[in-house]
C-alpha cells in the first residue's frame, strides 16, 4: 500500500461559513470541511468558482460574534467539491 498522502499538519473536520475574495472572480461565501494549521478546504455548491492552482484569495470567517482577521491564502489543490486553500507564508 502506497500512502500519497503529502499533508504536513493533521485535518481538523470544521464546518464554518468562509467569504473567499478572489481578484478575478469576486467575492463568495463557502462551507469549510475540514482546516489545519497549514489551511482549509472549502467545499463549493454550483458556484462559479474556478481559480488556478497558486492564486491567492483573501479568506475571512463568518458569523462570529466578533470580525475575524482577513487572511491571505493560496489555492494548493483542486479536487471534485472544492479546494484546498494555504495560508499565504509570505504575509508572515
Same mark, same amino acid.
Given at each position: 500500500?502506497?500512502?500519497?498522502?503529502?499533508?504536513v499538519?493533521?485535518?481538523?473536520?470544521?464546518?464554518?461559513?468562509?467569504?473567499?475574495?478572489?481578484?478575478?472572480?469576486?467575492?463568495?461565501v463557502f462551507?469549510t470541511?475540514? $482546516?489545519? +494549521?497549514?489551511? !482549509?478546504?472549502i467545499?463549493? *455548491? &454550483?458556484?462559479?468558482f474556478?481559480p488556478?492552482?497558486?492564486?491567492?484569495?483573501?479568506v475571512?470567517?463568518?458569523?462570529?460574534?466578533?470580525?475575524a482577521? $482577513?487572511? +491571505?491564502?493560496? !489555492?494548493?489543490?483542486?479536487? *471534485? &467539491?472544492?479546494?484546498?486553500l494555504q495560508?499565504d507564508?509570505?504575509?508572515?
Open positions: 500500500m502506497v500512502d500519497n498522502d503529502r499533508r499538519h493533521s485535518r481538523t473536520a470544521l464546518s464554518a461559513k468562509v467569504k473567499v475574495v478572489h481578484e478575478q472572480f469576486g467575492e463568495f462551507s470541511r475540514d $482546516i489545519s +494549521d497549514g489551511g !482549509v478546504f467545499v463549493l *455548491n &454550483d458556484e462559479p474556478a488556478q492552482l497558486g492564486d491567492k484569495v483573501a475571512q470567517v463568518q458569523g462570529l460574534p466578533v470580525t482577521p $482577513i487572511l +491571505d491564502m493560496v !489555492v494548493v489543490r483542486q479536487t *471534485n &467539491d472544492g479546494f484546498g495560508f507564508q509570505n504575509d508572515e
